[in-house]
């Protein structure tokens, strides 16, 4: 399960409950311009802003949104689109943020196999609202399945169990919070910390995102 709460993953589950066609994630901004002028909406950032030339940025309110139904997105992010292809080598690779979190959390106990929780971080580093909703979604499914003792487990989890109560308050203290803050972005925090808007949860399958059916 790829996670990046703040933005990316946010989006592409905003995007797919607003049946969009699929999202096409890719890593560089060269690789999406690509795409240019071919009946495709070009969306990306770096550092928290829109890129030039791109028809839309990475605020997930602006994809959950009707007039995009059935359209192809391509989508090119800091560190979310990386964590994506990284998360190749797993046989199903699922998109999760707190709008699809009861849903995704369903599936991972019905799906019975051993979960990587992959937490995009920033620029390769730890990240407090990615870890914490990892520890979400650990805590949802322990009564369920191994979930196993490595310390990054109790860490995410312990986390979560003390931030629940007041999770925007908490994430206050998050590098990228303050990032988006400073880039008056404070709506798409608002937006990425509702729980369960959607039952939809997107897969990804080496080229593109869909709903999981
Ligand atoms: C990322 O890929 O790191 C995030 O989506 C960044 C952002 O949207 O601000």
Redesign the pocket.
Known sequence: MVI?I???TT?ICAAIAADVKKIIPVKTIEEALAFKGRGYILAS?R??KKIDGFDMG?SPQKFYNPALKGKTIVLS?????DAIHAALAADTVLIGSFLNFTALAQKVIELKKDVILLC?G?KNKFNLEDTIFAGAIVHKIRDFMDCSSFDSTTAAEYLYINSKNDLNGFLRKSS?HN??KHLNLEDDIKFSLQLDITDKIPFFDGKEIRALI
Request: cysteine-free; aromatic content about 10%.
């Open positions: 990046d703040f933005r990316a989006v950032e550092d928290g990475n992010t800091t560190n979310g689109t995009a920033w990228h990032r988006l």
